[in-house]
């Protein structure tokens, strides 16, 4: 009995160092991630200026809760600078504020883990002293608009991870304001960001 005893007790502790030492990602807990990107966007009333000046990059950070390894709700905020040598303009930007819930899948003894997600974004187009008819004004868009999008992370170790992602934002509800007022026009603007970024899992960090 003793002997049977000493046998089961091996192959737990076996199969537990096995695990440990299999496991080699981790979402589940608190996670915090920090990326470039680079932005495209288009519009049909801005049409010109789209074509003109859609495209930009800047830096974006965000907060995830892993609930289990499959869910992850997050909080994410995003700028981007956009090009204006070929406008007439002081300088643009786009900053948006995502929250939703990301789907991992595969599992912790797997190093790539494939995601996707969904959400909404509360997004500003901003134009500074940007030239209308004869004089330099500045432009806002706000927008209210659900994002979708997906991407990879790649875990070194449970601790942490690189990852790529892209996330479209539709064109949702919009309003413009000249100089800080709401002119009643509701131009369509959508945007897609693509980014690179490391992410980190505090829990396997704390362990």
């Known amino acids: 009995m003793k002997q049977v005893l000493a046998t089961v007790l091996m192959l ?15 979402i589940k ?7 470039f990107n680079l932005l495209g966007w ?12 859609g495209n930009g990059y800047g830096v974006g950070v965000s907060a995830s ?11 994410g905020y995003a700028y981007s ?11 643009m930007a786009m900053s948006q504020l995502d929250i939703g819930l990301r789907l991992n899948f ?20 901003g134009m500074n002293k940007i030239s209308y008819d004869t004089q330099y004004i ?5 927008s209210h608009a659900p994002h979708v999008g997906g991407g990879i992370a790649y875990f070194f170790n449970p601790a942490w ?15 413009e304001f000249f100089d800080g007022e709401k002119t009643g026009v509701e131009p369509d603007v959508s945007a897609f960001r693509v980014a690179v970024g490391v992410k980190f899992n505090i829990q396997s960090l704390l362990n």
């Open 65 to 75: 809760y892993g609930i289990t390894e499959f869910l992850e709700p997050y909080l």
């Open 138 to 142: 500045d432009v806002r868009v706000k």
């Open 29 to 35: 807990g608190l996670n915090a991630d920090a990326g």
């Open 12 to 26: 737990i502790g076996c199969l537990t160092a096995n695990a440990q030492i299999m496991q080699r990602s981790s």
């Open 161 to 175: 991870a690189v990852y790529a992602q892209g996330l479209f934002t539709l064109e949702g509800k919009n309003s």
């Open 81 to 91: 600078a956009i090009g204006t040598s070929e406008i007439d303009a002081k300088s």
């Open 42 to 53: 288009s519009s049909e009333y801005y049409e010109l200026l789209s074509e003109s000046a």
């Open 106 to 125: 595969l599992g912790t003894i797997h190093a790539w883990r494939p995601f996707v997600q969904a959400g909404y974004s509360n997004r500003v187009l």
